[in-house]
């Protein structure tokens, strides 16, 4: 083992030394003997150690395999254990003697190394994480965080190890439109991530909400995921997803940000494998608060790691999770909280506007069902890319009709066959009655207004649209003039098949069976009825009564 530097902790605190190998461990205070691990070894090896099998620990007797060297300056031993598979792992080193025959400042040297952690790895030993999970230890050296996408979408796996429990929720994070999509937990959120500060949420234990923040109008939507319900309101100014701006206003963070911790203040750790990933691993300290000592450790994947993004994208780099460690300020001496965070399907792509469906907010409010006309044919929009073609198409309309695309939902295309044209069914809502705490924030026409400028406008020019299908395919379509017409909600195919989803969702494969088999029986029973009836009916039945 060879060492530059090296460490003490007292729990979950850590002090650094310095002047290694083969000198001391120095502080501004005091200094304490050392002797790299790798000069035991070498003594070891080539004093001809002693080797001998001994049992320790009493009644429950471990066998171990301990080497020795006793001399009448020193004293060297190392212990070690058998796996089952025949691997020796190190256990325990002991050093007493006098210092000078290592080389050291004379006087009495004892010293004892406890094996903490011990593995077989093929990665460089410079690399390797040198301290335990959460401790932080200032250092020289900075390597800085690599920085994340400006936009992107993952699914959170959180692990609450003194709850025992495991949670998962979403993130979408769309830059270009400022919008900002989460599931939120108040019974599990604390201080964290992503994690939001709500009031009046406090008491709520068990309900799950999906909030979805509008930085370019300010407003905040939090609908209720079993029952729909939904709350409009401005985007609170303690949302860990804005930054305070000037005049009590706030803007959207970028998405680097969003850790609860300045990025500068992270320190390089090396590598360790999480979830079998070879990950780079940065640490900070939060410090003291409300009496309570707490740490951040954050992993992205190797640089020599490729992580597939939708098939064909590959990146580098790609953040794996967080965790945070917290312990008593009073009793450093473990770690009371322990939250593991992990990041999965990333995609650095633009998320889907389902992620921002705001429907069960403003369909209350009011609505009109709508449908327009592209010159363009369906299956040259299946050829590339339908969803693509769909983000596109909603941007246009709000566009045209100066509303913000949340507003734009249930959007549906669907070919024309005779005319080889792809009919757009969509729905306008309402504007909500509500100002947030932006500098700018983007105008908002009332339905009314937007659909007679959306309908001016497609009516009396050719509108053209340009869909963004893929990076590198660009087409442009026109919307047909005077194709724009209102319909009814029956009318819609989203909410036809919506309702034909929620029918079929009624029943089950074995209630249908059960169903059938009743049916027959019911019919078998009716027969019999009817043909008894009839029976008893018919005159020329020959029957006698005896005695």
């Known amino acids: 083992m060879y060492l530059t530097y090296s460490f003490h902790d007292i729990g979950v605190r850590c002090g650094r030394y310095s002047g290694l190998p083969q000198k001391c461990f120095c502080t501004s205070l005091f200094c304490r003997p050392y002797v790299a691990l790798g000069a035991l070894l070498q003594y070891l090896r080539s004093s001809n150690a002693s080797h001998a099998q001994v049992g320790i620990g009493g009644a429950g007797n471990v066998e171990v395999l301990k080497w020795q060297v006793t001399s009448a300056d020193m004293t060297v031993e190392a212990v070690y254990t058998r796996s089952s598979v025949g691997q020796l792992s190190p256990l325990v080193f002991t050093v007493k003697g006098t210092g000078r025959v290592f080389m050291l400042p004379g006087g009495p040297l004892s010293l004892q190394y406890k094996v903490k952690s011990w593995a077989l790895t093929t990665e460089p030993a410079y690399m390797l994480v040198s301290t335990p999970p959460g401790v932080f230890c200032p250092a020289h050296d900075r390597k800085f ?103 009590q206003h706030i803007r959207l963070r970028h998405a680097s940000e ?56 590959k990146v580098h780099q790609v953040p794996i999770g967080i965790s945070s460690y917290v312990a008593v300020a009073d009793n450093p001496s473990h770690w009371a909280s322990v939250v593991h965070t992990f990041f999965y399907q990333y995609s650095d792509g633009h998320p889907s506007w389902r992620h921002f469906d705001i429907s069960p907010c403003l369909n209350r409010i009011n609505r009109i069902f709508l449908i327009l006309s592209l010159e363009v044919s369906y299956s040259e929009l299946v050829h590339y890319n339908l969803e693509a073609a769909k983000n596109s198409i909603r941007r246009a309309v709000a566009g045209i009709a100066g509303v913000s695309p949340l507003r734009i939902t249930d959007l549906f295309l669907s070919s024309r066959q005779a005319t080889g044209e792809v009919d757009v069914w969509f729905v306008l809502l309402e504007k909500p009655d509500v100002t947030g705490p932006v500098l700018t924030p983007r105008p908002q026409l009332m339905m009314a207004d937007a659909y007679k400028l959306l309908h001016d406008i497609t009516h009396k020019h050719n509108v053209s649209v340009k869909l963004d299908l893929s990076p590198k395919k660009k087409l442009f379509v026109t919307i047909k003039r005077g194709s724009l017409e209102t319909t009814t909600e029956a009318l819609h195919p ?54």
Not at 155 to 178: D, F, R
């Open 494 to 547: 989203h909410m036809r098949h919506r309702s034909l989803r929620y029918l079929k969702a009624g029943y089950t494969a074995g209630s249908m069976a059960g169903l059938g088999f009743s049916m027959a029986i019911l019919g078998t029973c009716m027969g019999i009825f009817v043909g008894f009836l009839l029976w008893k009916r018919h005159t020329s039945v020959p029957y006698q009564v005896t005695e």
């Open 145 to 247: 965080i690599p920085k994340l996408a400006n936009q992107f979408s993952l699914t959170m796996e959180t692990v609450i190890e003194n709850l025992g429990t495991i949670a998962y929720e979403q993130q979408n994070y769309e830059s270009e439109e400022k919008l900002v999509s989460f599931t939120y937990r108040p019974h599990l959120h604390a201080d964290g991530m992503f994690f939001l500060n709500i009031r009046g949420l406090n008491d709520i234990t068990i309900e799950t909400y999906r909030v979805i923040h509008d930085f370019k109008t300010g407003i905040q939507y939090m609908i209720n995921e079993k029952t729909s319900n939904c709350s409009i309101q401005g985007i609170p100014l303690t949302a860990l997803d804005a930054v305070p701006a000037e005049n």
């Open 258 to 313: 969003l850790i609860s911790i300045d990025p500068n203040m992270f320190i390089y750790k090396g590598t360790r494998r999480v979830r079998g990933i070879l990950c780079d691993v940065w640490v900070a300290e939060r410090g003291l608060r409300k009496g309570q000592y707490s740490t951040v450790e954050i992993y992205f994947s190797h640089e020599n790691w490729t992580v597939e993004v939708e098939v064909f994208n």
